[in-house]
């Protein structure tokens, strides 16, 4: 069976970090694009980051830019978001998804999401 699923998720006060997890079942993560999004309350789900493949890109949402890195742990099939310098506004669901690219539309594979609240 194919998942992936998100951990890491929490309530931090403003400035603080985070560090969610995606680990991946029955699916090498390798060779997947693999993204990280978020949906806030009454809000579109929208992209925060994405690794295109092992070796490949990188890109990051502008809002999130300087503060948020994606990485890799491809013995652990694991891929992270560490979050840092928490804004109020960066609170939302976050999703892991694998998929053949780094658009919506592209991802095949998502997670149940990961509640992440900045709030002091």
């Known amino acids: 069976q194919l998942h992936v699923v998100e951990s890491g998720g929490g309530l931090v006060q403003p400035g603080g970090s985070l560090r969610l997890s995606c680990a991946a079942s029955?699916?090498?993560?390798?060779?997947?694009?693999i993204g990280w999004f978020r949906q806030a309350p009454g809000k579109e789900r929208e992209g925060v980051s994405c690794?295109?493949?092992?070796?490949?890109?990188?890109n990051y949402a502008d809002s999130v830019k300087g503060r948020f890195t994606i990485s890799r742990d491809n013995p652990k099939n694991t891929v992270y978001l560490q979050m840092n310098s928490l804004k109020p506004e960066d609170t939302a669901v976050y999703y892991c998804?694998?998929?053949?690219?780094?658009?919506?539309?592209?991802?095949?594979?998502w997670g149940q999401g990961t509640l992440v609240t900045v709030s002091s």
């Open positions: 998804a694998a998929g053949s690219g780094c658009l919506v539309g592209d991802m095949s594979l």
């Open positions: 690794h295109s493949s092992t070796g490949g890109s990188t």
């Open positions: 029955g699916v090498t993560l390798d060779y997947y694009a």
